[in-house]
């Protein structure tokens, strides 16, 4: 009964705190109502994920080296490899608006109806775009290296069945390696600011009551 009321404390906290901007993100309907260090906490751990990419391409066995345009992760760039960088580059656009919207409320504050909503439309874009289209991404392209692991025999398996190889070489000249090496950068830059806006919310709130 009391892991039940929780919830309902949690919001009647917002609404009486008198802040708009705890009233208004309540009250407002969203599939991903995180907070934001919690939301950069999850992006972290996305980029963490698409660092990945590096061990599992050295894992690959030799079977899957005929389809590969190199089995060196240092000069190689599959063409899969544009969608796992496209999702890092969306969780960083996202961390980076929702950096900017706590810094835009705090400054501002105490917001008004309008700037409130400002900024939580703000933070739902960048959920969207980092945790959404940016998660999805990795999350393919994850898989899609996955399947090297299986050998040749799964690679062609897959190339029978999608009409293409995931690993001919995009002609970007980006490799496994520093697409690897900018996630895990991305992941410990994101990790960081996310618990530095949990402690500098939590001394702002303070400060506020």
Known sequence: MSTDSQPDDTIAQAIISGSTYERLRYERHSYLRQTVPRTLALQSALLG????LLPIYGLYPDSTAAFLPSVNPAVASPKVLLLGLFGGVLELFG????????????????LTERQAHAALNAEDFARYVGLGTGGLAIGISLCLFAVGLGGGEMVSSYIAAMGRNPFVDSGFGVSV????????????????????LFVYLALFHLSDD
């Open 95 to 110: 961390a980076t608006l929702l950096v900017g919207s706590v810094l835009y409320r705090v400054r501002l504050a105490p």
């Open 177 to 196: 390696a520093s697409v690897s090496l900018f996630a895990f950068a991305a992941s410990v830059a994101v990790y960081y600011s996310s618990r530095y």
């Open 49 to 52: 994920a698409l660092a990945l």
